[in-house]
């Protein structure tokens, strides 16, 4: 069993840069994916960035280049880097976890991007 809470949402101007974070309470050194999505009112859930056991990372469109993702393992923790925000960029954002063939969800977190 994973449970995952996201941390580090806030409000940043237009330009900046946030870091988010997600807590697992279960191992996800075994993890067979990872990544973060995200949804704005009115729109579909999109992929923000998602990284394979194997290696092979996939960025949204609207993010490639602007995004990073890492993983602590000790610390059983994933992160997103995300730089030159935009407007655009506002949603909730959501850490995903497949693990065992289970695929995890943590509650979101609001990012807002506004001057």
């Known amino acids: 069993q994973v449970q995952l809470v996201e941390s580090g949402g806030g409000l940043v101007q237009p330009g900046g840069s946030l870091r988010l974070s997600c807590a697992a309470s279960?191992?996800?050194?075994?993890?067979?994916?990872m990544g973060w999505y995200r949804q704005a009112p009115g729109k579909q859930r999109e992929l923000v960035v998602r990284?394979?056991?194997?290696?092979?990372?996939r960025y949204g469109d609207s993010v490639k280049g602007r995004v990073t993702i890492s993983r602590d393992n000790a610390k059983n923790t994933v992160y997103l880097q995300m730089n030159s925000l935009k407007p655009e960029d506002t949603a909730v954002y959501y850490c995903?976890?497949?693990?065992?063939?289970?695929?995890?969800w943590g509650q979101g977190t609001q990012v807002t991007v506004s001057s």
């Open positions: 279960g191992s996800i050194r075994s993890a067979n994916a």
């Open positions: 990284i394979t056991s194997g290696g092979s990372t």
């Open positions: 995903n976890v497949l693990r065992l063939g289970y695929d995890y």
